[in-house]
């Protein structure tokens, strides 16, 4: 059966490529009816922040990732969360230093400073050759160490990626790691290998970072006697040609973008595309469908552009296809934030924002024309609205069509009125309409035209506004 895992460190944030990661991976254990399980990388304490793991499983689920083993839920195969897979680690650095695959380290900072400052690029294996009787007088003796991994010193390795094809790394490129801290905490490199085989992993599907670095793995597989799992190592995500998306940005985690109205399932959407062609040329597809259509030689070997306006529209779609109601509920705290203690139709602007906004935090704009001019309060009407080279229109216009505008306010048929008034007039229905639309709002850009802003506002209000402006153009 496959089985993946998405294994982030708890930084507080879950970066967007990260949810990528996470995204393929449940995509490729669904397909294949496998299981998807979400493994908590804690074992780097000093990068670990309060509430950080809450973070990744809150995003996970906003973004409809479901895992079936992990923290919380459990499983057959836990713990999940590395911090607490402590003593697993060491029986396993155990077994590697017992078959020589491993070695202690009593190597100070100062030593290792030092080689770094007389040109050494890596370690140079100065305590694999300390004799047994050394080592275990030292331990005694409470000496601080870590445990190396011991790479060969010539030849190569190569292994398959599936993505990347046949990668070959000379081993006089890898430095003997650490696999157990001095604290007695496991890196990366170590854990990574031990969980992956322990929890039954049989794809690892993870950033292209770890690339040149499988070697190391693949050797610790073979000295313990393992299976390799199949490797799967993805592109980052880019914000331009040389710039990786970074958190420095501002906008590169999955919370930044929820936080601008975008919709989870839109931004799933989005970055589903990102490295991954479904070769039918769709874009807008939903989780059941990237899941139907999801397929590893589908993956990318170069890396993506980051394209928000491209998330934007996407965006639309997934607006769009709303229920009111639904966009109404999402559409409220922003009102809330704008307009609170104002006597504003919002059920109906709703309706009249849905099909006009990309992302909710649109609606400060689409709606500004709210705060244009309210008939009532001392905001300044601003008249060169009234002039509109298309139309032909000006304040001499404006001020002719006022009692007019009023008029048809009044009736019951406010289009049927406003046609009257232009063909009595001599004006095309155009020109009527700005007059109308801008006397009412003192805005130029509105969602929906004179009569949507009549029935928004209420025929007292409307009539309210348009009696005010009649009076400044007289
Ligand atoms: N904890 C690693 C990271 O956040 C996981 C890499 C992996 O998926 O193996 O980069």
């Keep these: 059966m496959v089985r993946t895992r998405f294994a982030p460190s708890p930084t507080g944030y879950l970066h967007i490529g990260g949810l990528r990661t996470a995204l393929y991976a449940y995509l490729f254990a669904k397909k294949n009816g496998g299981k998807f399980i979400l493994r908590i990388e804690d074992t780097d304490q000093t990068r670990e922040k309060e509430g950080a793991v809450d973070v990744i499983i809150k995003a996970l689920d906003k973004a409809g990732i479901r895992y079936d083993e992990g923290p919380i839920v459990g499983g057959d195969y836990g713990p999940y969360v590395q911090s607490e897979r ?85 081993f006089s490129d890898l430095e003997d790691n650490i696999l157990i801290k001095s604290d007695g905490m496991p890196t990366y490199n170590f854990a990574n290998v031990i969980d992956d085989h322990l929890m039954g992993i049989t794809h690892c599907i993870r950033g292209v970072e770890y690339l040149m670095s499988t070697p190391k793995y693949n050797l610790l597989y073979d000295a313990l006697g393992w299976e390799r799992p199949v490797y799967i190592h993805l592109q980052p995500i880019m914000r331009d040609a040389t710039h990786k998306l970074s958190k420095r940005d501002g906008d590169a985690g999955f919370e930044d973008f929820l936080n601008k109205g975008f919709l989870p399932q839109a931004i799933v959407n989005y970055i589903a595309l990102l490295g991954w062609n479904p070769k039918n040329n769709r ?85 500004a024309f709210l705060d244009a001019f309210d008939g009532n309060a001392e905001k300044p009407f601003d008249f060169t609205l009234f002039v509109n080279k298309k139309w032909k229109t000006d304040e001499a216009m404006a001020k002719q069509m006022m009692d007019g505008c009023i008029a048809a306010t009044k009736s019951d048929d406010i289009s049927a009125a406003l046609n009257s008034l232009a063909e009595a007039n001599g004006l095309k229905k155009g020109q009527v309409l700005w007059i109308y639309r801008i006397a009412l709002t003192g805005a130029a850009a509105t969602p929906g035209g004179g009569e949507e802003m009549v029935k928004l506002f209420g025929k007292d209000e409307a009539l309210r506004r348009l009696e005010k402006v009649k009076r400044a153009l007289a």
């Excluded at 190396?148 to 010539?154: D, G, K, L, S």
């Excluded at 296809?321 to 966009?327: A, G, K, V």
């Excluded at 922003?334 to 059920?347: M, N, Q, S, T, V």
């Design 283 to 367: 874009e807008k597809l939903d989780m059941d469908e990237l899941i139907e259509l999801f397929s590893i030689d589908g993956l990318q070997k170069s890396s993506s552009i980051f394209d928000e306006v491209k998330m934007r529209w996407l965006n639309s779609l997934y607006i769009k296809e709303l229920s009111p109601m639904d966009f109404h509920d999402m559409a409220m705290p922003y009102y809330e934030k704008l307009y609170a203690g104002r006597d504003i139709d919002y059920a109906y602007l709703s309706e009249l924002l849905q099909s006009r906004v990309e992302i909710l935090s649109d609606i400060k704009e689409r709606a």
């Design 86 to 170: 402590k003593q697993i680690y060491l029986d396993y650095a155990q077994k590697l230093l017992e078959s020589g695959d491993a070695y202690c380290c009593f190597c100070t900072k100062e030593r290792l400073a030092d080689l770094h400052e007389h040109g050494a690029t890596k370690y140079d294996k100065k305590c694999l050759h300390m004799s047994k009787s050394e080592v275990q007088e030292r331990i005694a003796r409470g000496e601080p160490y870590v445990i190396r991994q011991n790479i060969p010193e010539h030849g190569s390795s190569t292994y398959h990626d599936e993505v990347f094809g046949d990668v070959t790394v000379d």
